[in-house]
């Protein structure tokens, strides 16, 4: 009998580049001057749009049909700035499109011909969680106040005197103004 054993390398990532990050993309909908969206939102440890999560959103688009945005409207977890609904027959989409003057187009499709108004996809947020606990010294903390003349401060809330590069505590950071 032969074991093999896998190696698996484990590092320690110490960038910028895979901060988790929350986006929110804007399906955008549209017929003549009058437009609207749907909003898809994502957690990622990457950067922009790969292929991948395109492919999640045009899934997402291909699944809206009347009983799946009843469903997601009763849970509160369809954003849309165009109030899309499914009628009770459950063959029919309601929703309303604005123009520049904000005037309603009220429409009322067929679940089978959304895909139809859909003009566009955008990113439109991008939103970080913060540093990384790596790059959080205590000089950027707000409880650190520096000692004159050294590179030494007093954490105020643990009463010590600490190296103002010291990685700070997981738990107690409060990041000053300027950070």
Do not use: W
Not at 4 to 29: C, G, M, P
Not at 88 to 110: M, Q, V
């Amino acid at each position: 009998m032969i074991i093999i054993k896998e190696t698996i390398k484990v590092f320690h990532d110490l960038t910028y580049n895979y901060k988790s990050r929350d986006y929110v993309i804007a399906i955008t909908l549209k017929e003549g001057d009058y437009f609207g969206n749907i909003f898809y939102q994502y957690n990622y440890n990457g950067h922009g749009l790969s292929v991948t999560i395109m492919e999640d959103i045009l899934r997402f688009i291909e699944s809206l049909n009347c009983q799946e945005i009843n469903d997601l409207n009763e849970e509160g977890l369809l954003n849309s700035n165009i109030g899309i609904r499914a009628d009770i027959n459950g063959k029919d989409l309601h929703f309303e499109l604005k123009n520049e003057k904000k005037d309603i187009l009220a429409k009322t499709i067929s679940a089978d011909d959304l895909q139809k108004y859909i003009v566009g996809y955008q990113m439109i947020r991008c939103d970080g969680h913060g540093k990384k606990k790596e790059y959080r010294r205590c000089k950027s903390c707000k409880k650190f106040e520096p000692i004159e003349g050294g590179a030494k401060g007093l954490c105020t809330d643990r009463g010590d005197v600490i190296q103002r590069s010291r990685m700070i505590c997981a738990f107690d950071y409060i990041p000053n103004e300027t950070e």
